[in-house]
């Protein structure tokens, strides 16, 4: 095997090793070594424009394994999106490959060893600087593969996701020095430091395992007030939905919600635009009063997504960005969610905050408003951000108060998100989301699996309500106490705990992640001074010559 074909190779390990630790493959485990053929890899690259050509290799693998379904292949119905899945797959290798320039780099200046010792802190800082900008797309987190075991990541209540991630780093690298010491005959099997590096593996890895085991099982049960919760699942064709009668859809679903006993139910959930049309505009007054008749006769809050509009007066300040109506009117859409609650008028509101990049809104369309001629057909195009991290507030059928909030499928994805959600008061959490536009294939069950995470890092219960599926109750150590399967009419009751302690992460944040950021601004920095220092003394030389 010569040079190429070994690169080849370590390449595609790396790829299916990592693709393959995520959902719905419950193979997390492979993440704890994935890297040691990438370290190997570029062990001997230390070139930019070779360690460009193999780091992209090896994450589009990866991609290519994790992110296939996000083009709709399954349906081929949409061309927009095929062509946005495309492009993903082709471009987002690029994020991950912009880090390991920054690593070849550090590697140039202060050597293999110290880059890889610091790789752990520069991943951090490059995944947490991936869930910050407008092209964000932090689905990939490392840290996300190992939601099937539950007992090895109920430490993110303190660090967050990204200390999953730093834990699988670690082990990493760690596997990576044993096995290329072992390899080149520089230790033997049984001396002290083979032992020793063994042991820090092992402990390194089962002593988050073992208090994670400790915590699910002995922890006492929480004083809190428990909610009703029923969960309407329509799996309604969510192409379908945008072509035909409108308010069909809001019929379906209303009939199936219709068929359920309500007696003891304190909150019901509709998903993500289950109302797929601009059910506050006074033009379809008539069908929010019926809905409304409905919530009344059942007695019951209703918590359904829908799409709003806003229409701008001319003494307003009107974005740029804004849609203009054949009447010269300039408004704003958002993909929202509202509460209704029976005999009151007042609705609470929440639009979504975080978009997805070039399906819901095309990023930067502010600074460059031509872009926005880029809309995805199915009504998911050109909605504008939410503002506020909306809490709702509403009565249970014995007269307590709750609060709770809502985050619009994508918004799940973002730990930082969800935990500001917590620190404004919210009792428990709730997921509407459509996760029909792909087939029953890995995109689901991916989002799903994400929503463990959230519940643990802030010790919440999380309910998704799903079109198609896959809705789910999780409690606040990530356990799935009630899941339905995709692609099913089905309608889910649970009980959810109201809680108002809020978890170490909830409290602090990303504390960890920002730490990575220092820690791997400090070696760019030594890094940069080192290069720099070479030059100066580069150019002293040439002067006494």
């Known amino acids: 095997m010569n040079i190429r074909q070994y690169r080849l190779f370590l390449a595609l390990i790396f790829g299916l090793m990592l693709g393959l630790a995520y959902p719905p493959v419950p193979t997390g485990i492979t993440a704890a070594f994935a890297f040691v053929p990438f370290f190997l890899l570029f062990e001997?690259?230390?070139?930019?424009?070779?360690?460009?050509?193999?780091?992209?290799?090896?994450?589009?693998?990866?991609?290519l394994i994790t992110l296939y379904w996000a083009g709709g292949f399954a349906y081929c119905r949409d061309m927009y999106q095929m062509v946005a899945g495309i492009l993903l797959l082709i471009a987002h290798p690029i994020f991950f490959s912009v880090p390991i320039m920054a690593w070849i780099f550090i590697r140039r200046q202060l050597g293999?060893?110290?880059?890889?010792?610091?790789?752990?802190?520069?991943?951090?800082?490059?995944?947490?600087l991936h869930s910050l900008t407008e092209i964000s797309f932090p689905w990939l987190?490392?840290?996300?593969?190992?939601?099937?075991d539950l007992s090895i990541i109920q430490f993110a209540s303190i660090t967050g996701v990204y200390g999953v991630s730093f834990w699988l780093l670690l082990l990493n690298v760690l596997a990576f020095i044993l096995f290329t010491k072992i390899y080149l005959k520089e230790w033997k099997p049984l001396t002290p430091f083979t032992l020793v590096t063994m042991f820090c593996i092992l402990v390194i890895y089962f002593v988050p395992k073992y208090f994670g085991d400790r915590i699910i099982h002995n922890t006492q049960p929480v004083i809190g007030a428990i909610v009703q919760i029923a969960i309407i699942q329509p799996n309604i064709d969510p192409f379908e939905k945008w072509d035909e009668r409108p308010e069909k859809s809001l019929?379906?679903?209303?009939?199936?919600?219709?068929?359920i006993l309500y007696k003891g139910v304190d909150l019901i959930l509709w998903p993500e635009t289950a109302v797929p049309f601009y059910i506050l505009h006074p033009a379809n007054k008539l069908y929010l009063e019926k809905l409304k008749l409905q919530v009344n006769s059942i007695n019951c809050?209703?918590?359904?997504?829908?799409?709003?509009?806003?229409?701008?007066?001319?003494?307003?300040?009107?974005?740029?960005?804004?849609?203009?109506?054949?009447?010269?009117?300039?408004?704003?859409?958002?993909?929202?969610?509202?509460?209704?609650?029976?005999?009151?008028?007042?609705?609470?509101?929440y639009a979504k905050i975080i978009l997805v990049p070039f399906a819901e809104r095309v990023p930067f369309s502010e600074a460059l408003n031509i872009l926005n001629a880029m809309q995805w057909n199915f009504g998911l195009g050109g909605w504008s951000h939410g503002k506020d991290t909306t809490v709702f507030?509403?009565?249970?059928?014995?007269?307590?108060k709750i609060k709770f909030s809502n985050m619009i499928c994508y918004e799940s994805v973002y730990p930082q998100l969800v935990s500001a959600f917590v620190r404004r008061g919210t009792q428990f959490l709730t997921v509407i989301t459509n996760d029909?536009?792909?087939?029953?294939?890995?995109?689901?069950?991916?989002?799903?699996?994400?929503?463990?995470?959230?519940?643990?890092?802030?010790?919440r219960w999380v309910v998704q309500c799903a079109n198609g599926g896959i809705s789910v109750f999780i409690d606040p150590y990530g356990n799935i106490t009630q899941a339905t399967n995709m692609y099913e009419q089905s309608t889910l009751f649970g009980s959810v705990q109201v809680i108002?302690?809020?978890?170490?992460?909830?409290?602090?944040?990303?504390?960890?992640?920002?730490?990575?950021?220092?820690?791997?601004?400090?070696?760019?920095?030594?890094?940069?001074s080192k290069k720099v220092y070479k030059k100066i003394r580069q150019k002293d030389s040439y002067e006494v010559h």
């Open 44 to 63: 001997s690259i230390d070139k930019y424009g070779t360690g460009f050509r193999y780091s992209y290799l090896s994450f589009f693998i990866f991609n």
């Open 112 to 128: 293999f060893k110290i880059s890889v010792l610091m790789f752990p802190f520069l991943w951090v800082a490059f995944e947490y």
């Open 141 to 148: 987190i490392l840290g996300n593969t190992q939601t099937y």
């Open 251 to 259: 019929d379906i679903i209303q009939q199936q919600t219709g068929k």
């Open 301 to 349: 809050n209703l918590l359904t997504g829908i799409p709003d509009i806003r229409y701008y007066k001319q003494t307003d300040d009107i974005p740029k960005t804004s849609k203009t109506s054949l009447a010269g009117e300039h408004y704003d859409t958002y993909n929202s969610s509202m509460l209704l609650q029976p005999k009151r008028d007042d609705i609470q509101k």
């Open 393 to 400: 507030q509403c009565m249970t059928q014995d007269g307590r």
């Open 436 to 459: 029909s536009w792909w087939g029953n294939t890995s995109g689901a069950y991916q989002h799903k699996q994400i929503a463990v995470m959230r519940a643990i890092e802030n010790r």
């Open 500 to 528: 108002e302690s809020q978890s170490f992460y909830t409290r602090y944040g990303d504390w960890l992640a920002e730490v990575a950021l220092i820690i791997s601004a400090f070696f760019l920095s030594a890094a940069i």
